[in-house]
């Protein structure tokens, strides 16, 4: 297809439209490839060129894709498949002849998503271009981890291609082997496929897709913006299949692969619409977004810096209109490998929305969040059976479940914020009218948090679910109940919380102490939790909280195989713990349940103080206590303080870091280090900002070492 199928509501003339693979069918497929008649002839250099008329940004020869002229060359599974500090050297601008039109394609410098710029042109050796308005709150180009993409001297690697479309020639490097009398080339020609749009008005009713695979759609990450109140985002309001002001729609049983940009967008209005029983993988942006319109925000305020003075702003609690999506279903889509061109993505996003079902999904190796609601507004989401992990794989300080919440009552300087809400606290759920219940998921995020409610996060309810490694995170917001949930080898994370929160964190499993930053106060109840060692409980009761929380015996089912449920004769049913059901995560139609894969479940880590012989994991290493003048002596130590790396596993975190086994770790992040409690929480509070350096004892003489948590 050249251009979208459109269905408005003066083509539907109130009737249902139903698209569907016959019976008859293996497949249907809907591309947005165009075959291109070429007449090759062999260049310089090894390259063959055609004369086209055509424009695109991908090409596929005999069905796979080829790499657009770039430096460094393709790397597969690689950050952006290689980045080089030198991309943009002065040296390697100068061999530029004419690089208008190329791309810069950049982290953010906090490595919160990507960045992407088009070059408008050069003087000597500086680039000319625009861009940078993909993510909320842009930084300057990552002065490493960058690329260019789609200029003619980087034309230099077997599979690479560059169109001159000034001279409509496209030129190409072929593969070994290749025979360019018979190859069948095809171009990516356009974003979108099938595009329902009613207005506000008249919105189109009763469609129903089912059956159809979506495919090759052209990249959009140079295509306008917006900006989504003040979280991190910028979205492009287009996707594979566009849904905008409709009712009732349904998209079932369909694949999403190999697009350009987001698969499924229900975008302004959108009311029982439903998303079910689909596989979306491999795509350039997020999967299924759900994002209203912003006419729909009263006093809303875009950009990070940017608020309403509390004098100027429109007080009236929810919603200014009825542009947002509401009372959709999202339920039992396999969803992976996104983020192929874009790092700000997530498989289900939700921005000015409310009452939305996101249920028995199961979502995973992806860059950033596997779930993400960007602003409180407004709310009533229920959040409930997926399995979402191997998230944060390309970026930091986030988690598998994210959510922001800057709506009216934040401001970017915390004190004028804990006074506005102290002198008018109804401010504070004039947005988030209704709880976001989080319930009977199952979280790992290894570079974040399985659950982050960042900034300003309020009106959650976050019970009966399994967090396997990074543990819930809660900064900067109110009203916020956590119950009954399992902490594997890790625990609670209070951030900046103000001093009359409301928080309520009860009759949960952790394994860790709590991580406190910044806390002006400890919530309404932090009690009658059970904690997996005494040294943990001690530590948290130092802070006053927890006065009836428990430790003691406790045993699971099978945590190797990832049954989480309690023995009967488990101390914390003493606090009221419930069994959580562990069988319901994820996807559950066949088809896809054959697919999927699963998390990988850790192993149960309990600090035992009392045990100096005994061995823990970290970050793919083994380590144990510095034991006495033993190991004073064998390690050339100059007092019995420090941790010993008895064992490292190849290709870990720590290996990367160059750790070796027999070094002995003494200070972490500016801090010395006596017990295997403090490796654990200096390794949690660090993880989020992305590396932490050690140093360690190694033949005798000190080295420091940074370590990446990526």
């Known amino acids: 297809m050249e251009q979208p199928l459109t269905f408005s509501p003066d083509i539907l003339a109130g009737k249902k439209l139903r698209i569907t693979a016959s019976a008859q069918s293996d497949s249907v497929i809907i591309s947005g490839n165009k075959k291109l008649s070429l007449q090759w002839k062999q260049g310089k250099q090894g390259l063959w060129e055609a004369q086209t008329e055509e ?7 005999d069905g796979n894709p080829r790499i657009l002229a770039r430096y460094p060359n393709y790397q597969k599974d690689t950050l952006f498949n290689g980045t080089a500090e030198d991309a943009l050297s002065p040296k390697r601008i100068k061999r530029w002849k004419n690089p ?14 990507s960045q992407h710029y088009r070059i408008m042109g050069k003087v000597k050796d500086s680039l000319i271009y625009e861009g940078g308005y993909q993510v909320s709150r842009p930084s300057k180009i990552h002065s490493t981890l960058r690329f260019v993409e789609n200029i003619r001297e980087e034309l230099d690697s077997p599979g690479e291609w560059f169109l001159d479309k000034n001279r409509q020639i496209l030129y190409y490097y072929p593969l070994p082997g290749e025979n360019m009398d018979t190859i069948e080339a095809e171009a990516t020609v356009t974003p979108h496929l099938f595009v329902i749009r009613g207005t506000k008005n008249e919105p189109v009713r009763n469609v129903c897709i089912d059956g159809i ?36 729609c349904k998209i079932n049983n369909c694949e999403f692969k190999e697009l350009g940009g987001n698969a499924v967008f229900l975008s302004s209005y959108a009311y029982q619409d ?59 889509n396999l969803i992976h490998d996104l983020g192929t061109v874009e790092k700000q993505v997530a498989g289900v996003e939700i921005q000015i929305a409310a009452i939305l079902t996101v249920r028995h999904n199961t979502i995973y190796d992806i860059p950033r969040a596997g779930i993400n609601i960007g602003d409180g507004a407004f709310g009533g989401h229920l959040i409930e059976y997926n399995d979402v992990f191997n998230t944060v794989l390309e970026t930091s300080d986030h988690g598998a479940f994210n959510s922001w919440g800057r709506d009216r009552f934040w401001h970017p300087k915390y004190n004028e ?11 504070i759920l004039a947005d988030a009218l209704y709880t976001n219940i989080l319930r009977y998921n199952r979280f790992r995020c290894d570079h974040g948090w399985d659950i982050d409610l960042d900034d300003g996060s309020s009106n959650y309810h976050i019970y009966n679910n399994v967090c396997l490694r990074g543990g819930i995170k809660l900064r900067e917001g109110f009203f916020r109940k956590v119950e009954n949930n399992i902490l594997v080898n890790s625990s609670l994370h209070p951030h900046v919380w103000f001093k009359d929160s409301k928080d309520v964190v009860r009759r949960n499993l952790f394994m860790q102490p709590y991580y406190p930053i910044s806390l002006n106060g400890w919530g309404e109840l932090l009690d009658y939790n059970f904690f997996t060692s005494r040294m943990a409980l ?7 909280t927890d006065t009836h929380s428990i430790t003691g015996t406790f045993d699971f089912t099978d945590a190797v195989g990832g049954n989480y449920t309690l023995t009967p004769d488990s101390k914390v049913f003493e606090i009221g713990f419930e069994n ?8 559950y139609s066949q088809r896809l349940k054959a697919l999927a894969k699963t998390p990988e479940f850790p192993l149960i880590q309990i600090i035992d103080a009392n045990n100096e012989n005994k061995s823990y994991a970290w970050l793919g290493a ?25 064992n490292v596993e190849k290709g870990s975190l720590a290996d990367k870091a160059g750790l070796s086994r027999n070094d002995v770790i003494r200070i972490m992040a500016d801090k010395d280090i006596s017990t295997i409690e403090e490796v654990f929480a200096l390794t949690e509070e660090n993880r989020w900002k992305g590396k932490v350096f050690v140093t360690i004892i190694r033949n005798q003489t000190e080295e420091k070492i940074q370590i990446k948590f990526k």
């Open 622 to 646: 083994t380590i144990r206590i510095v034991n006495g003048l033993g190991d004073r002596s064998a390690f050339g130590l100059p007092d019995e303080r420090g941790i010993v790396i008895t």
């Open 580 to 587: 959580i059901p562990m069988d319901r995560f994820g996807v």
């Open 100 to 113: 208008e039109g190329g791309y810069i394609h950049s982290m953010h410098a906090g490595m919160w998503g």
């Open 538 to 544: 001690d530590n948290v009761r130092k802070n006053q």
């Open 55 to 61: 424009s695109f940004d991908q090409l596929w020869i």
């Open 213 to 248: 695979t979506f495919t090759h759609t052209r990249r959009t990450f140079m295509e306008p913006y917006e900006m989504l109140m003040r979280s991190d985002w910028g979205i492009y309001r287009g996707a594979a299949v566009l849904f905008e002001n409709t009712e009732d």
């Open 417 to 427: 914020m804990a006074r506005l809400t102290d002198e008018h606290p109804e401010l």
């Open 274 to 332: 439903t998303v079910i029983s689909n596989h979306i993988h491999h795509t350039g942006g997020s999967a299924i977004c759900m994002v209203g319109d912003t006419s729909a925000i009263r006093s809303g305020a875009y950009g990070y810096s940017k608020y309403i003075p509390f004098e100027q702003m429109d007080r009236t609690p929810g919603p200014k209109n009825k542009q947002y999506p509401r009372q959709c279903l999202i339920e039992d």
